[in-house]
């Protein structure tokens, strides 16, 4: 059967569509995103603005237009931090179920970590063995760790890279204090969150699984032979953090001409590069590996995984 999966996240509106079976592997026919950057739209009093509201809807709608014109059978659509966490939310989610014709599934951040993990479990496999998982999004970075499809320690903080943009970051370029700033309030965040990983085994395999994340290891990281020949990228801690001041320092229309920088993400590389630096430095990980799944291919697998057991 055809099945999508609509990603509504803090950055883009990402529909993918892909053929599954039970048992097999997911393959994907089709990827379309649209760049809202909602967090942009996000008032003072924590609201989305009708004009992000309206851009949410349009985006929407268009995803929606592609999945029927691809003959989906069934569109999972799943909503994250920046609709679930907006005090209009229950407006937005109304919309966006009218416009969809269907119920919207908001995610904890939890169960973001949780979906997140899953995919990253299977595209390494059981041998992989402890895995510590870093996705950051748009407005939230996840954390998850474990020997299982289930990690038995996630965590989800507000230290999306949209999110700290705006909020520490808002000049381009930004400059040294701005950065220096959010790294220590990504310290004071991240500080009670990792204590709850204390009692977590040494991981054998740290995992990124973002397309921040994924930005980042092709402008800082570097590419190794894989399993079946599947290139891998190692991104290291010190790379990232030598990259750190540049970036800061050069406006965002020249980061776009950087290695792995994409127009979507050239405003808000900065940040989520201090997030991440600082999430590496607190959980004391000197370099990790970029996952090609994330959520959306969790949220695939858990439900080809009700289909095999219905």
Do not use: C
Not at 15 to 41: C, I, Y
Request: net charge negative; no cysteine.
């Amino acid at each position: 059967m055809r099945l999508g999966v609509l990603d509504i996240g803090s950055n883009t509106v990402h529909l993918l569509v892909a053929d599954v079976r039970p048992g097999g592997r997911p393959l994907a026919t089709t990827s379309q995103r649209t760049v809202l950057r909602l967090m942009r739209f996000v008032q003072p009093d924590g609201s989305i603005s009708q004009t992000g509201i309206q851009g949410l809807v349009d985006a929407v709608a268009q995803a929606r237009e592609i999945a029927r014109a691809e003959r989906v059978d069934e569109l999972l659509a799943t909503a994250t931090s920046a609709v679930r966490e907006a005090t209009n939310g229950d407006a937005v989610i109304a919309r966006i179920e009218e416009t969809l014709g269907q119920p919207l599934q908001v995610l904890g951040g939890e169960a973001e970590a949780q979906y997140t993990f899953l995919a990253v479990r299977r595209w390494f496999g059981w041998s992989a063995g402890q895995i510590l998982l870093f996705d950051i999004g748009g407005g939230s970075l996840e954390l998850a760790s474990g020997p299982d499809e289930l990690p038995e320690v996630a965590a989800s903080v507000p230290l999306g890279a949209g999110r700290m943009t705006i909020q520490f970051l808002p000049h381009d370029p930004p400059g040294e204090d701005p950065v220096e700033a959010l790294r220590e309030h990504a310290r004071a965040v991240l500080a009670p969150a990792v204590a709850t990983f204390d009692s977590q085994s040494r991981p054998d395999h740290v995992v990124g699984s973002s397309k921040a994340i994924r930005s980042l290891a092709r402008l800082a990281g570097y590419p190794v032979p894989g399993w079946s020949g599947i290139e891998r990228m190692l991104l290291p801690r010190a790379s990232l953090g030598s990259w750190i001041p540049r970036l800061a320092r050069i406006p965002a229309s020249a980061r776009q001409e950087l290695p792995g920088i994409t127009p979507d993400r050239t405003f808000q590389i900065v940040a989520g590069a201090v997030v991440l630096h600082e999430a590496m430095l607190a959980m004391d990980v000197d370099e990790l590996e970029v996952s090609p799944w994330a959520l959306r291919e969790g949220v695939l697998l858990r439900y080809i995984e009700s289909l095999a057991w219905s």
